[in-house]
């Protein structure tokens, strides 16, 4: 015999057995094979029994060296033979049983897959076909078929569907041919295209005669039909026909008939093939309605029930969980409106944006839900080929929302107006032309008195620019910083137009809050002695003991549930409702609150009154007379800038748009940082389950349902519902509070709505609410049920924070994170697609958590994040003036008026010259300049508590502070949106009209102003007017790009709700340029590594800091926010964003913990030794400094390559979430359902962050 001419691979011996039996099979292809049948018949045969009973044989024919796949292939084409034909799928059928991954790519590459779709329209025009042909044909393409991505298109264009079709009918009974029809079958349907042309041919209506009730007989045939059946229901236009065909029921009854008879589990794939079933069914609105006429919420819901004790039956339990949320009726939040019930007048409505479009709403119009989104879902199946969808897909990996324009990325000073008119902000600048001549510098007790003197009579007034709106005459400018401390003084903002109010003296402004009354008995009375800001309090005295009037009132005030403000001078000062009739701007609302058998109330302004008559509450009375003095330990020497009764007056100089007549007890209190650590919440196992089955059972079991509202701010004179006592009393009327309405939904169960931020219908995440009436020991479930976010951290460990007044009065104030069985999920409310920006079809979701009470009679509070308010700003930097030395420069000046009428102040830090002369004057004029803001967003309070750490640190004695001082000048705007803090969620917009613009609003704001807009988003083009805090920063760092004075280090302090520790993001031309895989030479890419320095620093000191989590990438969307607009337009190079999580840390020292406001201003504090040690860095000729950074840079670049690319997050300014969780088999997407064949509980991979690159998340600012 000759040597074959096939290759063969080198180390394959080429007298193999099998080589020399493939070359004579190649020397016959053709018409030698026709000719000489019975030799094809005897090779083929062979070259089987060797493959068959010798392993190497296969591997010799599908070595990569062999050409032995071609020879197969072509014999298998050009034979005639029957036999032949047989053997020679006999060859490829053990070849591609082994190692079947590679082979059949490989078999799918020499066009194997064609071959076969020919041979099998050749065989089914036969008649009759050989049964024997078409079982090993179809069996070969069920192999072939889920490893060629053109397989769907290849069986189309070949007319292959319908042979297999005709097949399976013409064999319903023939169980050994059936099966790999239907495993044929099942891979056609995976392309929409083919499951539309099957469903024609009525192949789902044959799939329902071959699928049938419990059977132990052939049960793999009943599963591969029932996956073909999922697959062909995937198109809504085979669901419609199931559904038009009554086979909703059928499948219902089917499971039920497999649940109750598979006792011992052993099909559990043939009843999550049933589930699959439904659940691509009830993908349409005719398939839901079905499936609840046919009852399916129940018969789901038991067997679910019945399967929960079984860990390997989670893959039913979460099938059929989906199912049932996705087909649970949608609800309308119970609210009339989403509009809110008081009044604000704008000075007038932006042109464009979505302000504008909620005054162009026509009056009447059904905000909360709409009949648009009851819509049938437009069909989705199209007759184009979407076979290569996944291939376009991958190839659009690039993020289109990065900044590709190079004009764009490389900043240029644009200071962008005239410096005529920035001269104004030149009174905000005294310490850079202050000659401190007549300043005594000597040490001594008239130093300090000069130095108070000095820094009050340099404060300036709000300031006032032409483009500015003018104050009107009742906002008079405050003259000095004292007057600025003591909101006493201050000027009221002027009420809306529609409240009926009396003028007041000149002396006295509107609704000012002087006194508040704090009651022992009927009989006596006394004011608190509040001292006066005005006053240069030293240190010593702050924490002298107090007098005996001083502590009998301070008892007192401990024993209150909510200290009621009062108006002196001005108690007849209306309020407005919705329907504008006048109301008492003084609420009095309190649950009785029993401390050792006594019982104690609040007295209001009416002269005693029962505050009781007017929201159905019981007050009651002390019948003794004397009531107990309670001892309330001192707290001064652990919250040394924290004073009640100071608290108490700035509330007072506050104008909140509700005006707030309370004020709520952790602001009054305090807080005090828990000594022991708050670990992340380990998640329990089927938590998210359990909750959604018990939502669930609102439905199957409505008798349970009390649906009891107990707190309604839709009822603005009475929010609180008078009950019998079996129900926990709300409250959120104090400043930042923020919930809108509660229903008792089980004995022990509420459903809670929120405010949307002020002026929009969305964001709502931000809450801060008041609970008594609870019962010791009771575990009580809170579902606040109208989120948005698609996830949370509270899927991830992090915890609510809870503040019992019992434990403060016992000596412990403080905060604690609490709460069990916490999770978050998608609910059955519907947002109507005026509140979700126009698409429908869109739920809230569910954040839940339960938790016990410890105290009889406690009053507790409940708080997204640590409450930092308004009015404890203002008390904290009047403490903090009162720790200044000699040896500090502090100017407290008014930047300007907010829309609602409150300051925003302005700080400026430094130290004082040595001496007044001209090196030292020089010096101190000449220090860099370092310029920081916090706390745009309101519901990030987490930012204002690492802006204390920054300020209590600069205002130290510590040698690190004095050196911090003396080498920078610091410009600190510690609150840039008070409006937004103090209002709570101030909403929405009533009625517009060419000559009244009416704002609605009800009570913090979580991400807007009073303008319904993100304050972070204007500073492109701040609008004086409407932005008017964003307007005079950004005009102030014009200024300063004007003089070249711009500050070396620009820094935003934010918050972030969905990633742990905190990191920064600044701007950087060349990484947005690796990231966006733009063209660029290597001018474009030439930049200053120092951006990268700040960080670095904070890396290596700062426990809770993360170099892994920031990112220096410019993107599309945040052009308008402060760090992209200060490096672009002012030339900052250093313009950062530094992010504090609200959760916890993943890396680090903190790592496994949740965040405090230890930690928070701990980083604050970092922040300022970080400087410190730059200005040190910076100032050093060597530059390996440099050289670490751009090996930084180099290692970022090679991660980023290999990463995969972030994600455009269109409505939330935050990237998707990036730990690992597998959230979709409990959640109701129906774009993204991927099957679960393991009941694989919800986990978090905490490290998973630590693997993505700088660059790698979305940004947020």
């Known amino acids: 015999m000759n040597k074959p001419k096939m290759a063969t691979e080198k180390g394959v011996p080429s007298n193999s057995r099998v080589l020399m039996l493939l070359g004579q099979l190649e020397r016959m292809n053709g018409e030698a094979m026709m000719r000489d049948v019975e030799t094809a018949r005897q090779v083929t045969a062979k070259i089987f029994h060797l493959i068959q009973t010798q392993e190497k044989s296969g591997k010799e024919v599908m070595s990569k060296g062999s050409s032995g796949m071609e020879v197969i292939l072509a014999s298998l084409e050009s034979t005639r033979d029957v036999q032949t034909t047989l053997n020679i799928l006999y060859i490829l059928s053990e070849l591609l049983t082994v190692g079947r991954g590679r082979r059949v790519g490989v078999f799918v590459s020499k066009g194997g897959t064609g071959i076969l779709f020919q041979i099998l329209i050749t065989t089914s025009k036969e008649l009759p076909p050989s049964e024997e042909l078409m079982l090993q044909l179809h069996s070969l393409l069920a192999k072939v078929g889920p490893k060629d991505r053109k397989f769907g298109v290849k069986a189309r264009l070949s007319g292959a569907l319908n042979a297999t079709v005709n097949l399976t009918k013409q064999n319903l009974q023939n169980t050994k041919l059936l099966l790999p029809c239907l495993q044929v079958l099942r891979v056609y349907s995976t392309n929409s295209v083919n499951a539309i042309s099957l469903g024609k041919n009525g192949v789902v209506e044959l799939m329902f005669k071959i699928v049938v009730p419990f059977s132990k007989k052939n049960t793999s045939l009943l599963k591969v039909a029932l996956d073909a059946l999922g697959a062909l229901l995937k198109s809504k236009t085979n669901a419609r026909r199931a559904v038009d065909a009554g086979h909703v029921h059928v499948l219902l009854a089917l499971y039920q008939d497999w649940h109750h008879n598979d006792t011992r589990h052993r099909h559990m794939l043939i009843r999550k093939g049933l589930l699959v079933c439904l659940r691509n069914i009830t993908n349409i609105k005719l398939g839901r309605k079905a499936f609840i006429d046919a009852d399916g919420m129940r018969i789901l819901y038991y067997s679910s029930t019945e399967c929960l004790p079984v860990r390997t039956l989670d893959p039913l339990v979460n099938t059929s969980s989906l199912i049932m949320r996705k087909c649970f009726p949608k609800n309308r939040l119970p609210l009339p409106t989403i509009k809110s019930a008081f009044h604000y007048q704008l000075p007038h409505v932006p042109a464009v944006g979505p302000v504008a479009q909620l005054y162009s709403q026509p009056l009447g119009v059904d905000d909360v839900v709409d009949e648009s989104d009851d819509n049938e879902e437009t069909d989705a199946d199209t007759e184009n080929d979407t076979d290569n969808e996944e291939d376009e897909k991958d190839q659009h990996t690039a993020n289109e929302d990065i900044e590709t324009d190079l004009n764009k990325l490389h900043p240029k000073k644009n200071p962008g107006r005239p410096f005529e008119e920035l001269k104004v902000y030149e009174r905000f600048f005294l310490e850079l032309s202050e000659d401190f001549q007549g300043y005594n510098f000597e040490p001594s007790k008239s130093a300090s008195t000069t130095s108070s003197s000095f820094s009050s009579t340099r404060a300036t007034r709000p300031i006032i620019v032409p483009t500015a709106q003018a104050l009107s005459p009742k906002h008079v400018p405050i003259t000095s910083c004292q007057e600025d401390c003591n909101p006493t003084k201050a000027e009221r903002a002027p009420p809306s137009p529609s409240v009926p109010t009396p003028a007041p003296p000149a002396s006295l402004t509107p609704l000012e809050l002087d006194t508040i009354h704090l009651t022992k008995d009927q009989d006596r009375k006394e004011e608190a002695r509040i001292p006066s800001p005005d006053t240069h309090t030293t240190l010593s005295s702050l924490t002298r003991p107090p007098s005996q009037a001083q502590t009998i009132e301070q008892d007192l005030a401990h024993v209150l549930e909510c200290v009621s403000l009062e108006a002196e001078g001005a108690l007849n000062t209306e309020g407005v409702k919705q329907d504008g009739s006048p109301v008492n701007a003084t609420r009095h609302i309190q649950s009785p609150l029993l401390l050792g058998g006594i019982a104690t109330r609040r007295v209001g302004g009416g002269g005693g009154s029962n505050w009781g008559s007017d929201c159905g509450s019981e007050g009651t009375e002390d019948e003794g007379g004397e009531g107990a003095v309670l001892e309330v330990p001192d707290t001064a020497l652990l919250l040394p800038l924290h004073d009640p009764d100071l608290y108490v007056e700035m509330v007072k100089g506050t104008h909140s748009v509700p005006q707030y007549a309370e004020v709520a007890y952790p602001d009054y209190f305090g807080h005090i940082a828990p000594t022991f650590r708050e670990p992340l919440q380990e998640r329990v196992y089927g938590v998210q389950r359990s909750k959604i089955f018990q939502d669930i059972e609102r439905l199957i079991h409505p008798n349970d349902i009390v649906d009891k509202v107990v707190y309604d701010l839709d009822i603005p004179s009475c929010p609180v519902i008078e009950d019998n006592g079996e129900s926990l009393k709300f409250n959120s009327q104090f400043e930042s509070g923020n919930l809108r309405k509660a229903v008792q939904m089980r004995k022990y169960e509420y459903d809670l709505v929120l405010n949307s931020d002020i ?503």
């Not at 698409?839 to 009889?856: I, P, V, W």
């Open 759 to 1261: 002026n929009s219908n969305h964001y709502h995440q931000w809450f801060y609410f008041e609970v008594s009436g609870m019962r010791v020991g009771t575990t009580y479930r809170f579902n606040i049920i109208n989120s948005e976010k698609s996830n949370s951290q509270f899927n991830y460990g992090m915890q609510v924070l809870m503040y019992s007044v019992q434990e403060a009065i016992s000596g412990r104030p403080r905060w604690v994170r609490t709460g069990t069985d916490i999770c978050y999920y998608k609910n059955h409310f519907a947002r109507s697609s005026i509140a979700a920006g126009g698409q429908k079809g869109k739920s809230y979701y569910t954040m839940t958590f339960s938790t016990s009470f410890s105290h009889k009679d406690d009053v507790c509070y409940f708080a997204y994040h640590y409450p930092y308010t308004y009015s404890t700003l203002k008390m904290h930097l009047s403490k903090l003036e009162a720790l200044r030395t000699p040896q500090i420069y502090l100017r407290r000046d008014v930047l300007c008026e907010t829309l609602g009428g409150n300051s925003c102040p302005l700080l400026t830090i430094t130290a004082m010259p040595e001496s007044n002369s001209n090196d030292h004057i020089c010096q101190f004029r000449n220090r860099p300049l370092i310029f920081l803001s916090a706390r745009v967003h309101p519901g990030e309070t987490n930012a204002s508590w690492v802006m204390k750490g920054t300020l209590e640190f600069l205002m130290g004695t510590s040698p690190l502070a004095a050196s911090l001082r003396e080498a920078y000048i610091f410009k600190i705007v510690p609150m840039l949106n008070p409006d937004g803090v103090v209002n709570g969620k101030v909403l929405q917009l009533l009625l517009c009209s060419p000559s009244l613009c009416i704002l609605l609003l009800f009570c913090c704001s979580h991400r807007c102003s009073l303008s319904g807009e993100d304050l972070n988003r204007q500073w492109q083009n701040p609008n004086p007017e409407l932005h008017p805090t964003i307007y005079h920063t950004k005009s102030l760092l014009q200024y300063l790009a004007h003089i070249q004075r711009a500050p070396l280090v620009f820094c935003d302090y934010h918050g972030h709700s969905r990633k742990k520790n905190v990191f920064m993001y600044g701007c950087s031309v060349k990484e947005t340029v690796w990231q966006s895989n733009i063209s660029a030479t290597s001018s474009d890419l030439h930049e200053d590594l120092g951006y990268r320095a700040l960080p670095k620093i904070l890396s290596q000191i700062a426990p809770a800091f993360s170099m892994a989590s920031c990112s220096f990438v410019v993107e599309r969307s945040k052009e308008s926010t402060a760090r992209v607009v200060v490096w672009r337009e002012i030339g900052v190079q250093r313009s950062y964003t530094m992010e504090s999580t609200l959760c916890g840390c993943d890396q680090g020292k903190y790592k496994g913990l949740q965040i405090g406001t230890r930690e928070l201003e701990e980083m604050g504090a970092q922040f300022c030794v970080a400087l410190l040690r730059l200005k040190r860095l910076t100032g050093i000729r060597n530059h390996q400094h440099l050289l670490d950074l751009e090996s930084d840079i180099i290692g970022t670049q090679s991660k980023v390559v290999s990463s995969s690319p972030t994600t455009y997050v269109v409505e939330e300014d935050e990237p998707s979430f990036l730990e690992e969780i597998d959230y979709s088999a409990e959640s109701n997407d129906e774009d993204a359902e991927p099957e679960i064949e393991h009941g694989i509980e919800v986990q978090e991979n905490a490290n998973h962050l630590d693997r993505l690159s700088d660059c790698e998340t979305n940004h947020k600012d």
